[in-house]
C-alpha cells in the first residue's frame, strides 16, 4: 500500500540522506504508517531525526516489526489520554522501548 506521504519522503530523499544500508523507503513507510495510525492528529514529519531514528531500529529488525510495534502502541495507548500523548517516532522508536516492545510483541505470541 502507498501513502502519499511515502512518495513525497522518499521524492525528498537526497535532502535527507541516511545511513547507505537503511533504505530510505521503508523508514517512510513506517513514519507513514504511524502517521497513518493517529487519526485526527497532525503527522510527524519526514525529519532527518525522525527518519534517522527509524532507519536505525530498521538495522536490527524488519518494516514488517516496526509496523507490529507501532499497531501494538495504539492499541495499548490509543484509549488511554494519558499514554496516548506518547505515540510518537521519539518513544516508540528509541532504542531501548523498542527492543521492549518487540519483547512484548514476542511475549502476547507465545502466549
Known sequence: MHYPEIIACVNNWHKKPLEPHIRHSHACEVLAFLNSKRPGKRGF???????????????????QTCKSVVANRVRVW??????RSYIRVKTIFNATNF???VAELNDEQLS
Open 45 to 63: 514529519p519526514a525529519t532527518l531525526a525522525n527518519l534517522r531514528l527509524i532507519g536505525a531500529r530498521l538495522t536490527e529488525s524488519d518494516v
Open 78 to 83: 490509543g484509549k488511554d489520554d494519558r499514554m
Open 99 to 101: 527492543s521492549n516492545y
